[in-house]
């Protein structure tokens, strides 16, 4: 991301600080330990947030309770939960939280002070945004900030800052907050640019609003839905509300009736209809919901993947729904075939901006530059994939970005190359869902789509699909 793309543009007294060095951090032996209750979860909130924000790191893997960041493994589980929380919030709202703290900062911060930039975003997110005591988030701030060597001349304006957000915090949050998108700057130009502003501001606002857990089922999706008091979408997913306990203790886990897959990363495979008797590949495969999609569509699947991990997590899960697919562990630039398939399946990969609901890292530590290359290894992917089917055979090409430079731009240049032809996306066969269809017959779906009801969230990841013919 360049440094003009990086810019929050409402707060020009928070831009351009130079990123912090890479070994900065709360368990540096030159930091004093508090034993103070709260102070190692607030310790770890910051760290991790640097981590995203200045070294573009995912928050996934700092998450991971395996393999994750060091400071946050070393939490409980309410700690843990905590971080996330925070985390969560920060990074949802962060021109607002950033323009709000610069409306209360008298002069700018010194240059290079991002650190104590980290501490202050942490304690606003939980007096804006969480149901935390504010004189806690006030307390544990100030404290970290006097334990560590580089904020403790600061810790005084830690606490006059925070205090006076505390007092103002509905004003700030209806006078500063609300007058600016959640989202980056180059992000919601883009979106501008591709939807126009009143849709922008839509789908900015629904990124705000975490994901719903959506099951995809093998059969009876009506009598599923009522099992687990679901919703039925348009999609023929089964949404849950509100749902927050362990996912494999619901009924039908372990008979492997049902898998997690949001509602609008079900569509591409049901794009290809009847696949009785076919043989279909499927390109970038892991973990598996559209591989077993296409299985239960009848196909004879060839699943490929390029990460042994995420091919043994496949197999895992096909494996718990019964299912059979022929892996192989291979990028799939590399593939060839001697047989050509009659279908293949390219969920490309992407910046991944319309997965920001459950995602919200992916706009800190993804750039328009990062945009820019994806939609090449697409094209070039695209590409490959076609050679893969016969004459007349389908490609469907999805992936789950916002952005129509990966999606509508790079199909528009593959179908200039003469050697395949778009087939229309009937929208009369997807009813709840006509708006998604776009005029040309693809498939385009925002997370402003898909509204509310009865105590269900709206809202469905932002993805792109298109079903492609090669020409004989």
């Not at 700690?79 to 929380?85: F, H, M, P, Q, Y």
């Not at 610069?102 to 975003?121: C, F, I, K, W, Y």
């Not at 629904?206 to 679901?230: C, F, Q």
Request: net charge neutral; aromatic share 4%.
């Amino acid at each position: 991301m360049t440094s003009d793309d990086n810019k929050n543009d409402s707060n020009p007294k928070r831009n351009n600080r130079p990123a912090r060095t890479r070994g900065q951090g709360q368990d540096n032996p030159a930091f004093e330990r508090s034993d103070k209750p709260g102070i190692r979860a607030r310790q770890a909130a910051a760290k991790m947030l640097a981590a995203v924000v200045d070294r573009k790191t995912s928050l996934d893997g700092m998450l991971d309770a395996g393999n994750g960041n060091p400071v946050y493994r070393e939490l409980n589980e309410a700690d843990r939960a905590l971080v996330r929380a925070i985390l969560n919030s920060a990074l949802r709202q962060l021109p607002r939280i950033e323009a709000m703290i610069g409306s209360l900062l008298q002069n700018p911060l010194p240059e290079g002070a991002r650190a104590l930039d980290h501490v202050l975003t942490v304690a606003a997110a939980q007096i804006l945004y969480l149901d935390i005591p504010d004189h806690s988030a006030v307390d544990l701030a100030v404290e970290q900030a006097q334990i560590d060597p580089r904020n403790k001349r600061f810790a005084s304006l830690v606490n006059a800052v925070l205090r006076r957000m505390s007092r103002e915090k509905q004003d700030l949050l209806d006078n500063v907050g609300e007058k600016i998108p959640a989202i980056p700057a180059w992000f919601h130009k883009r979106l501008v640019a591709y939807y126009g502003a009143d849709e922008a501001a839509r789908i900015a606002d629904a990124l705000l609003t975490p994901a719903a857990i959506d099951l995809t089922v093998k059969s009876d999706a009506k009598g599923w839905a009522e099992r687990l008091n679901g919703r039925l979408l348009p999609t023929g997913s089964i949404r849950l509300a509100g749902f927050s306990g362990a996912v494999p203790a619901l009924s039908g886990f372990d008979d492997g009736e049902w898998w997690v897959q949001d509602a609008a990363a079900a569509l591409p495979a049901k794009l290809f209809g009847s696949l009785t008797g076919k043989r279909v590949v499927d390109l970038c495969a892991a973990p598996g919901g559209k591989t077993a999609q296409l299985i239960l569509a009848g196909a004879d699947v060839t699943a490929l993947d390029q990460s042994a991990s995420r091919l043994k997590r496949l197999q895992g899960n096909l494996a718990r729904l019964g299912l059979e697919a022929a892996t192989q562990e291979i990028n799939m630039a590399d593939f060839r075939t001697q047989e050509l398939f009659d279908a293949a399946l390219l969920d490309a990969p992407c910046s991944s901006t319309g997965t920001i609901r459950r995602h919200p890292d992916v706009l800190w530590t993804k750039g328009p530059e990062d945009i820019e290359k994806l939609a090449v290894l697409q094209e070039k992917l695209l590409r490959h994939a076609l050679t893969l089917v016969k004459p007349d055979g389908l490609v469907v090409f999805s992936n789950c970005s916002l952005d129509k430079r990966e999606g509508e731009e790079v199909t528009e240049r593959v179908l200039a190359g003469g050697n395949c032809e778009r087939v229309a996306i009937d929208p009369a066969q997807w009813p709840g869902l006509e708006s998604a269809v776009t005029s040309l017959g693809e498939f385009r779906t925002t997370p402003a789509m898909i509204p509310p009801q009865d105590g269900f969230s709206g809202g469905l990841d932002g993805f792109y699909a298109v079903v492609l013919r090669r020409k004989a």
